[in-house]
């Protein structure tokens, strides 16, 4: 299965592409109309689950940041 994490954000994008190659799980990069994108490939959903639950704890997101979670659901 494959998910998909956007932001505007060019630091974030920066931070999250980091950690995931820490992580070594296979992604690709893209920017599209100012809206930088990671798609995830080869994982299932409680993978995915729990991999943006530990991102979320990681990059110390509040209630109203978590558009890693939304974004990736």
Known sequence: ??????????????????????KRIFFTPSLNNG???????????IEIDSLIT???????LSPIQQELQALAA
């Open 1 to 22: 299965m494959t998910t998909t994490i956007s932001t505007s954000s060019k630091n974030q994008f920066s931070k999250i592409r980091k950690y995931l190659t820490n």
């Open 35 to 45: 809206v930088y994108a990671l798609t995830i490939f080869e994982l299932t959903n």
């Open 54 to 60: 530990k991102m979320t704890k990681h990059f110390h």
